[in-house]
């Protein structure tokens, strides 16, 4: 009889349990991001002309990426929903992120707070309402003044089917999967034809999403040389408190509170943090968290969390989960208060904070949702100047990326252990996946010779 190696293990290593071969360190992709981000840092601060022109390289693959994140969601949650024998599996998983979102956004909401009342990063700037360009923020504050709870609401239900996907609306594809998904779990054995072409889908797009991170060096490069081009370090170092304070309040809030977390169900934040290094390095590059959407779907899935609970807990956590932005709206704000030398009673402060909470759902999905819900914020908060925003308009980019880091770092926590709770979490591949083992080798397959 013929001995045959089993598909996936490496001819030059047939024995099962051998060491695979070690890559060169310059094969990795988040190697390469870093890479392309440094020298798109020195481009755009030695050539920021050079920097700025950089700027479609970043647009372009952001693009790419967004192209495939509509049918990447229909298609995981899709399957993942007619899979379920129970649908009230569905409400309950969604149940659970919802509590999760709420309790987590208010925490972030709270350690903004506290941390903006502690360091106060705007007192002593005596800013001058006079000076500022309020024309600068007229346009958020319009967007703010556009959004109610109603309006992003009644936006959930797509005009079209194809209008939602045409428009890349995640919220809108969601509400459309959740709702094809269990109409096919409801259908039973008659829809396993189509199931199956959904299936092999789904395979063809995660394989396309590799093929398409091959080019996120490209991206991450453009995009920061444009960054640093256009905007310059020096305007992080005029306002050098609040940047810094944020990057601090989110580095306490990522390994202080989601830390915790974590820890509390079985995992390291740290190992979770590196195991997500390659995708973490592309949200720095690009300032994009919907860069690595798909990337961190198949990922979770691959760490052992259900695809039905991947499936509805990431794509919603991108618009109900954004910890980052919630540490920005109250920190930001407090900043803008300290800064005018107006000192805001603890009342105000609570009023500020329950505002902040509605308001940031009302944004959510909304590009530019940040500085957006920030604007919606102080509109209904009078103590604090819209116009004061302008102040912080020029390092609003580079506290983005802390925004955007922190918010796809809280939507991976948010994810397994909404998995743990539901028991839909694979501890063992999560051990696997976090710890950085290969996966097992497939025992070699015995044929018999053909006579």
Same mark, same amino acid.
């Given at each position: 009889?013929?001995?045959?190696?089993? !598909?996936?293990?490496?001819?030059?290593?047939?024995?099962?349990?051998? !060491?695979?071969?070690?890559? !060169?360190?310059?094969?990795?992709?988040?190697? =390469?991001?870093?890479?392309?981000?440094?020298?798109?840092?020195?481009?755009?601060?030695?050539?920021?002309?050079?920097?700025?022109?950089?700027?479609?390289?970043?647009?372009?693959?952001?693009?790419?990426? #967004?192209?495939?994140?509509?049918?990447?969601?229909?298609?995981?949650?899709?399957?993942?929903?007619?899979?379920?024998?129970?649908?009230?599996?569905?409400?309950?998983?969604?149940?659970?992120?919802?509590?999760?979102?709420?309790?987590?956004?208010?925490?972030?909401?709270?350690?903004?707070?506290?941390?903006?009342?502690?360091?106060?990063?705007?007192?002593?700037?005596?800013?001058?309402?006079?000076?500022?360009?309020?024309?600068?923020?007229? =346009?958020?504050? +319009?967007?703010?003044?556009?959004?109610?709870?109603?309006?992003?609401?009644?936006?959930? @239900?797509?005009?079209?089917?194809?209008?939602?996907?045409?428009?890349?609306?995640?919220? +809108?594809?969601?509400?459309?999967?959740? /709702?094809?998904?269990?109409?096919?779990? @409801?259908?039973?054995? *008659?829809? +396993?034809?189509?199931?199956?072409?959904?299936?092999?889908?789904?395979?063809?797009?995660?394989?396309?999403?590799?093929?398409?991170?091959?080019?996120?060096?490209?991206?991450?490069?453009?995009?920061?040389?444009?960054? @640093?081009? $256009?905007?310059?370090?020096?305007?992080?170092?005029?306002?050098?408190?609040?940047?810094?304070?944020?990057?601090?309040?989110?580095?306490?809030?990522?390994?202080? %509170?989601?830390?915790?977390?974590?820890?509390?169900?079985?995992?390291? &934040?740290?190992?979770?943090? *590196?195991?997500?290094?390659?995708?973490?390095?592309?949200?720095?590059?690009?300032?994009?968290?919907?860069?690595?959407?798909?990337?961190? &779907?198949?990922?979770?899935? $691959?760490?052992?969390?259900?695809?039905?609970?991947?499936?509805?807990? %990431?794509?919603?956590?991108?618009?109900?989960? /954004?910890?980052?932005?919630?540490?920005?709206?109250?920190?930001?704000?407090?900043?803008?208060?300290?800064?005018?030398?107006?000192?805001?009673?603890?009342?105000?402060?609570?009023?500020?904070?329950?505002?902040?909470?509605?308001?940031? #759902?009302?944004?959510?999905?909304?590009?530019?949702?940040?500085?957006?819900?920030?604007?919606?914020?102080?509109?209904?908060? !009078?103590?604090?100047?819209?116009?004061?925003?302008?102040?912080?308009?020029?390092?609003?980019?580079?506290?983005?990326?802390?925004?955007?880091?922190?918010?796809?770092?809280?939507?991976?926590?948010?994810?397994?252990?909404?998995?743990?709770?539901?028991?839909?979490?694979?501890?063992?591949?999560?051990?696997?996946?976090?710890?950085?083992?290969?996966?097992?080798?497939?025992?070699?397959?015995?044929?018999?010779?053909?006579?």
């Amino acid at each position: 009889m013929t001995i045959k190696a089993a !598909p996936g293990v490496s001819p030059a290593h047939p024995e099962p349990g051998a !060491p695979p071969a070690r890559k !060169p360190i310059w094969t990795h992709l988040y190697v =390469q991001v870093i890479a392309a981000i440094v020298l798109g840092g020195l481009i755009g601060h030695f050539w920021p002309t050079v920097g700025e022109d950089l700027k479609p390289l970043g647009d372009a693959f952001i693009k790419l990426v #967004k192209m495939i994140i509509a049918p990447v969601i229909f298609l995981t949650v899709t399957t993942g929903i007619a899979h379920l024998r129970d649908l009230k599996d569905v409400g309950r998983v969604a149940g659970k992120a919802f509590a999760y979102f709420l309790t987590f956004s208010t925490l972030a909401l709270i350690v903004g707070l506290v941390i903006a009342n502690v360091v106060r990063p705007g007192a002593g700037m005596n800013a001058d309402a006079t000076t500022l360009d309020t024309e600068a923020v007229a =346009q958020y504050s +319009q967007a703010a003044h556009d959004q109610t709870i109603t309006g992003f609401l009644m936006h959930i @239900i797509p005009d079209t089917v194809v209008g939602a996907f045409a428009e890349g609306e995640i919220l +809108q594809v969601l509400f459309f999967s959740i /709702l094809f998904g269990i109409s096919l779990a @409801i259908i039973g054995g *008659r829809a +396993q034809p189509v199931l199956m072409v959904l299936e092999s889908a789904s395979a063809a797009f995660f394989r396309l999403v590799d093929i398409l991170m091959k080019a996120a060096p490209i991206g991450a490069f453009g995009a920061f040389a444009f960054t @640093i081009g $256009r905007y310059g370090i020096d305007s992080v170092i005029n306002l050098a408190a609040l940047v810094g304070t944020f990057y601090l309040t989110s580095l306490v809030f990522v390994l202080g %509170v989601l830390g915790a977390v974590a820890a509390a169900n079985g995992f390291s &934040i740290l190992k979770l943090i *590196r195991y997500l290094k390659e995708e973490l390095l592309l949200v720095l590059g690009t300032s994009s968290s919907e860069a690595a959407l798909p990337s961190l &779907i198949e990922k979770m899935e $691959r760490a052992g969390a259900k695809k039905s609970v991947v499936g509805l807990v %990431v794509p919603t956590g991108y618009s109900f989960n /954004l910890d980052g932005t919630n540490i920005y709206m109250t920190l930001a704000a407090l900043f803008i208060a300290q800064a005018y030398g107006i000192e805001l009673s603890l009342g105000e402060q609570l009023l500020l904070l329950a505002v902040a909470m509605l308001s940031s #759902k009302g944004a959510a999905g909304v590009t530019g949702a940040g500085f957006i819900t920030l604007a919606a914020t102080l509109a209904v908060v !009078p103590s604090v100047p819209v116009a004061g925003m302008a102040l912080i308009l020029g390092v609003d980019r580079f506290m983005s990326e802390c925004r955007a880091l922190t918010n796809f770092i809280g939507n991976a926590v948010a994810t397994l252990v909404v998995a743990r709770w539901d028991k839909a979490l694979d501890t063992e591949a999560l051990n696997t996946a976090l710890n950085g083992a290969p996966p097992p080798l497939a025992a070699p397959l015995v044929e018999a010779d053909e006579d």
